[in-house]
């Protein structure tokens, strides 16, 4: 693996830090261009299931909130007297998340904290969303750990990430479509071929939806399942924090 925004060490982080600091600007844009327009379908079905049976208001942090999308969309779903709070670790992201927040009015707050650690006491959310975050974060196993500790009995996590299609035709086909089309993608937005590069090798290790849901289960989450969308391409993941507290 050669990419030079991704290592499996403790440069992790830092390179992915830099990756979306140098995309920030344009990330918006090329989330509709790559996925024409999808990826808003599938941060609407997120936002569904992390609200799914809620009566009342909610409390929800979107983990690795970037630009914001998801806790704009969830601050429009809940139910009034609901509080989003979007968490990310890449400045330049939260940027462009602050200046959205200003030209709509919006009310979610935004905030820089790392998924691994995050500056919030137990049990202090009802929902989490983490769009296409997971993936990204060093410790998976850590980060969805972390993400119980916040959550409130019955609280709900629910992950959105690329995904790995069951059939190892359509998965070769798509990998072949990732590798083709994402350097052509990251020369044009941003003079640099690797940039959308790291999505198809940052998936190779990735578990995925099936491996996420062992993850989920692993982190002491109930009810773990996941729904597929797109051929498998991409998964939602879904799990719940248990009714008793019992030690992380
Ligand atoms: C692909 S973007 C997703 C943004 C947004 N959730 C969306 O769906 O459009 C991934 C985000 O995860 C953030 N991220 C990665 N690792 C993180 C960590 N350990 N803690 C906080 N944010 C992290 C990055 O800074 C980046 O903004």
Redesign the pocket.
Known sequence: MTNKYLSYDDQR?PK??AM?SRLAAR?DLV?DVMSFGL?RKW?KDTIRLALEGRTGPARIL??????G??SFLAEEKALPGSRVIG????LP?LGVATRRRLETQSRSGFAQ????RLPFPDGAFDAVT????LR???DPLA?LREMRRVLAPHGRVVV?DFGKPDNPVAGALYQAFLRTVMPVMGWLFHGDPETYLYIPESLERYPAQRGVQALMQEAGLQGARYESRLLGTMGLNIGEAPVEARPL
Do not use: E, P, Q, S
Request: with cysteine; net charge negative; hydrophobic share 45%.
């Open positions: 982080a992915v830090r979306f990330y989330n990826h941060k979107d983990l690795c909130c970037g630009t999308d998801l968490v990310d670790f890449t992201m904290g790392d998924a691994l983490v769009g296409y975050g990204n974060i060093a980060a959105l």
